[in-house]
């Protein structure tokens, strides 16, 4: 009865407006379940495809009926009558389907709707939680709460693109998450005071036109302190640089630092910011080819701060293991529609744990309601979730989801704190 009777995909609206997909998959039990795929701003050139139709009369050519069809008319056929419990073997016969390196066939979105539909109805099948079905875990993830946007995710000077907190410091993931709520509001009331705007952006977090980088970072510390924080102790600050977006010509243009720096130049103010605040993680200092100074910057910090690739990895086995053997970072972003299948995702996972890298879950910019990657986190281990700010429905969906299961967890529950990050390989 756990056999797939029905597969269905439409076009729905992620949380900037813009289409995506949506599939349903049904079982001839009678039970059933939807995931949502989402979708970056700020993406990796080895990302995999995401299908969009390029037809300027729907939605600016951002629509998603070639992908929602691919689903219906190509993959659904080919995958009813398998049991769903069977998610390697379903996720590869959708590699078949699509038989491309980069999903550029059938689309990354197309195949990911059915793969993570799939998992979470055959966790309905065996009546398990999802967090459950996907692994044994019982770890709560630490939040890293991107609360002041710059970069690609806004329309300011700042060139880094975002400034997070991180209440390692918290003894739950219910104290984590208020310990963060206080913090963005303790924020949103200095910002108002310096009268600059509070609307927040796509993320959930606070967008103001501020001088530079140092000025954000400042801005996070005093904000931790206003809330009744000792950062460094109770909660730390962590960046997304997301250099790729910055780096022209061998060089990385800093437009609000009004400087223009070489490779070491960059590395070397790292260095700086890091020995006069409290960073705990760096994701993307670097351009996603630049390979050897990746390994530079992780030899000069990362006994003390993680080194995260996001771009330079996009989830991808295959470059996380070149990463590994160069010694590139020392942490992985865990996006599954940057490779397009749970299975690859969990393989990618399971890789960089082996090898004693961080692992963080992340969301992406345009979001859903879909709270799947919060299971994720918890069911692999993983230690770590990038979700959004405080705001925004589609973020704090996440964080609601975490709760409920830290609740079903009840003793069993346990919140990693600063040993999400002294685990990681140096």
């Known amino acids: 009865m756990t056999?797939?009777?029905?597969?269905?995909?439409?076009?729905v609206l992620d949380s900037r407006g813009t289409p995506t997909v949506e599939a349903v998959v049904v079982c001839k039990n009678g039970l059933h379940a939807w995931a949502v795929v989402p979708s970056g701003a700020s993406t990796g050139s080895r990302e995999a495809i995401e299908l969009r139709d390029g037809?300027?009369?729907?939605?600016?050519?951002?629509?998603v009926l070639q992908a929602v069809s691919h689903v219906n008319q190509i993959i659904a056929p080919a995958l009813v009558g398998w049991d769903s419990l069977n998610q390697q073997g379903i996720d590869d016969r959708l590699l078949a389907l699509d038989g491309t390196d980069n999903k550029s066939k059938l689309g990354a979105n197309a195949l990911l709707s059915v793969s993570l539909a799939v998992a979470k109805v055959a966790a309905l099948c065996q009546q398990k939680?999802?967090?459950?079905?996907?692994?044994?875990?019982?770890?709560?993830?630490?939040?890293?709460?991107?609360v002041l946007n710059g970069g690609a995710h806004a329309d300011n000077s700042i060139d880094f693109q975002?400034?997070?907190?991180?209440?390692?410091?918290?003894?739950?993931?219910?104290?984590?998450?208020?310990?963060g709520a206080e913090v963005f509001h303790s924020l949103k009331t200095l910002l108002t005071q310096e009268n600059f705007i509070t609307a927040v952006g796509d993320e959930g977090g606070f967008?103001?036109?501020?001088?530079?980088?140092?000025?954000?970072?400042?801005?996070?510390?005093?904000?931790?302190?206003k809330a009744g924080?000792?950062?460094?102790?109770?909660?730390?600050?962590?960046?997304?640089?997301a250099a790729s977006e910055f780096f022209k010509n061998d060089r990385y243009h800093l437009k609000g630092e009004e400087r223009t720096l070489s490779a070491p130049e960059l590395i070397d103010y790292y260095v700086e910011i890091c020995s006069s605040y409290p960073i705990c993680s760096i994701e993307d200092p670097l351009d996603e080819s630049d390979w050897e100074h990746w390994g530079t910057l992780t030899q000069r910090l990362g006994q003390d701060v993680q080194i995260v690739g996001d771009d330079l990895f996009v989830t991808n086995p295959a470059y996380l293991r070149r990463g590994v053997q160069e010694k590139s970072a020392n942490a992985?972003?865990?996006?599954?529609?940057?490779?397009?299948?749970?299975?690859?995702?969990?393989?990618?996972?399971?890789?960089?744990?082996?090898?004693?890298?961080?692992?963080?879950i992340s969301h992406r910019s345009g979001e859903s309601e879909d709270t799947f990657i919060a299971d994720l986190a918890v069911g692999t281990t993983s230690g770590q979730i990038k979700t959004g700010s405080l705001s925004r429905g589609e973020r704090?969906?996440?964080?609601?989801?975490?709760?409920?299961?830290?609740?079903?967890l009840g003793s069993s529950a346990h919140y990693l704190g600063n040993a999400a990050f002294s685990r990681v390989a140096v």
């Open 3 to 11: 056999e797939i009777q029905r597969i269905e995909a439409r076009e």
């Open 55 to 63: 037809d300027s009369n729907r939605y600016f050519g951002k629509g």
């Open 129 to 146: 939680p999802l967090y459950r079905h996907l692994g044994p875990g019982t770890t709560l993830p630490v939040p890293l709460m991107n």
């Open 162 to 179: 975002e400034f997070m907190i991180v209440p390692n410091g918290a003894s739950s993931f219910a104290d984590a998450l208020r310990m």
């Open 207 to 225: 967008a103001p036109n501020l001088k530079n980088n140092r000025t954000g970072i400042d801005f996070l510390m005093k904000a931790i302190d």
């Open 229 to 241: 924080y000792e950062p460094g102790k109770d909660i730390s600050i962590a960046l997304d640089v």
């Open 332 to 360: 992985i972003l865990i996006k599954p529609n940057q490779i397009g299948t749970l299975s690859e995702t969990l393989t990618t996972i399971n890789m960089a744990q082996q090898h004693a890298f961080g692992c963080i």
């Open 396 to 408: 704090t969906a996440k964080y609601n989801q975490l709760l409920r299961i830290e609740s079903a």
